[in-house]
């Protein structure tokens, strides 16, 4: 069965790329919140797209509310949940073509999103075709869920998950190979004090943070184990507001860390000045050896051939919040520093090699 789901994604790769290509020349960047469009008319356009594109396959498909979209192959509660997004980031400068073409040079397609994510889940979608077209029956049904919020707060699976019960297993295209079995936690922390203290504000930022290592050494928050390695901070941001001045720093830290254990050793060197958890995901981590991740391995392998010891990542991604899913690709071994730039790209041949780790992940998962 593996052979023939195989070479039925070969069979369709020709049309999967046509209509990725369509979706990434959507310009999905959120904008002002509308009636049917609460993260602006662009992105509820591209779901409409893909939403079309998902019937056009024969898929029983769902739009709630312009949150979140849906296509359903099999009936059931007990649904295995895919789920990427449709939204991207800001353009930006520096771009060689117009980055809502969907321009192919030498088998490499250029467009904002075509990493991250919207080429990977519908290469989820055209796996789950691949399946569907051969009339394989999963003893669960498989959802693929287009979101609209990722890149911006998570807002459109807050929204899925106060409506619809989460998937029993499943995951998210929106990472790296092999599977990733655990994410460490995110933590935004700001540091903030009145106009009066600008010098002794900003002596304090120099020394703990902009002239600091970046594992939090200074601070004594150098947290480290061997799963997810090192504590690290990220993403300085400094503004002033209502009188105060205020500097944001974003910790990427290992699951053996507690919060409260990084803000009380932040609070320690920050003194007087005010310091405070305004955003926090909890670290995801899931056995390596449970079967939703020994399958995955499987798929990757299988297609690969190569090393599919599951990993951690420093990334975040859906996973912080949809229950019982883990990240899952798109990109292979060596490929980085893709998603979220000018040009961003992938190989078409990639694409491809994708949607068949998906059909397989998907077989052998609905079927567990």
């Not at 593996?2 to 020709?14: K, R, Y």
């Not at 400094?238 to 830290?253: A, E, G, W």
Request: hydrophobic fraction near 35%.
């Amino acid at each position: 069965m593996e052979e023939d789901i195989i070479l039925q994604v070969e069979a369709l790769s020709s049309q999967m790329i046509d209509d990725i290509k369509k979706i990434v020349r959507c310009p999905s960047v959120e904008g002002e919140a509308l009636p049917m469009a609460p993260f602006g008319k662009d992105i509820a356009m591209t779901l409409d797209e893909t939403l079309k594109i998902a019937e056009k396959l024969g898929f029983e498909t769902h739009n709630l509310d312009y949150y979140i979209g849906w296509a359903q192959y099999g009936e059931g509660d007990d649904y295995i949940g895919i789920i990427g997004h449709l939204d991207v980031v800001e353009v930006g400068e520096g771009w060689k073509h117009p980055p809502f073409s969907g321009y192919e040079e030498d088998g490499v397609i250029y467009s904002r999103g075509i990493l991250d994510n919207k080429g990977p889940i519908m290469a989820c979608l055209y796996a789950l075709y691949a399946i569907k077209s051969l009339h394989i029956q999963l003893k669960r049904p498989v959802r693929i869920l287009f979101g609209c919020d990722e890149e911006s707060g998570f807002v459109d699976l807050k929204y899925y998950l106060k409506h619809v019960s989460p998937p029993i297993m499943g995951w998210t295209p929106d990472c790296k190979y092999p599977v990733v079995y655990g994410e460490r936690g995110r933590a935004v922390i700001e540091i903030s004090t009145d106009e009066k203290n600008v010098d002794e504000f900003f002596s304090f930022v120099n020394t703990y943070f902009m002239n600091a290592k970046m594992n939090g050494e200074t601070l004594g928050v150098d947290f480290y184990d061997e799963e997810f390695g090192m504590n690290e901070m990220r993403q300085y941001k400094l503004k002033h507001q209502h009188q105060s001045i205020i500097f944001s720093v974003t910790f990427s830290y290992p699951a053996s860390m507690k919060l409260a254990d990084l803000i009380e050793k932040i609070q320690d060197k920050a003194g007087h000045f005010k310091v405070e958890c305004v955003s926090h995901f909890e670290p995801v981590r899931f056995d390596p050896n449970c079967p939703m991740v020994k399958v995955l391995q499987k798929a990757y392998e299988t297609i690969t051939h190569q090393d599919g010891t599951p990993v951690t990542t420093t990334g975040g991604t859906y996973a912080k919040l949809m229950p019982h899913i883990v990240p899952f690709g798109p990109s292979f071994p060596g490929q980085k520093g893709i998603g979220h730039q000018p040009n961003e790209w992938m190989k078409v041949d990639d694409l491809i090699k994708n949607a068949k780790i998906y059909a397989l992940g998907i077989y052998y998962l609905a079927n567990l």
